[in-house]
């Protein structure tokens, strides 16, 4: 028979073990205020700023951000839908005729999502974006790792943000 006390480091055991394996299965909630990190990010530009604003809702992520260069501020509004199903969507920044489509989807084990952007003018690929967003064990660093590849060439950029 289990005295008193291993009972209770029993049912320690089982409560602690369902709460890891709970939160273990949660996907990551990106919501919230970031702040780009310029000392742990790289390939950005001089002068580069960044403040994100996060909506995580069921099945989509919303964005707002506000980028700060030398050249000026802008804002960029974004949505994700992470059903890994290809949609238009419309660019900034790009010549009239270009037409895109945005793919995004949640990484296996739920660890991360990746967004893939396709960017076409007269029926080519002329440059492809991906990015993939992790959260930090803590839920406090977002980290986006940007892959492009266009007619100059594959360039990489990695962004570090903290939780505001």
Known sequence: MMDSTMKIKLLLIIVLFA?????????????????LDPN???????????TMTISNETGRIILEAKQKTPRGEVTINEEYLLDGQAV??????????????????????????????????EGKTIRQVTRKWQLSADRQTLTVDIYIDDQRGSFEIKRIYHRH
């Open 19 to 35: 709460l890891t394996t709970a939160l273990a299965g949660q996907k990551p909630d990106f919501s919230g205020v970031w702040v």
């Open 40 to 50: 742990r990010s790289f390939n950005n530009g001089p002068g580069f700023e960044q």
């Open 88 to 121: 238009d969507f419309k660019p900034m920044g790009v010549p009239p005729n270009t037409t895109a489509k945005r793919k995004s989807w949640w990484m296996p084990n739920d660890r991360g999502i990746l967004i893939e952007d396709e960017f076409f003018a």
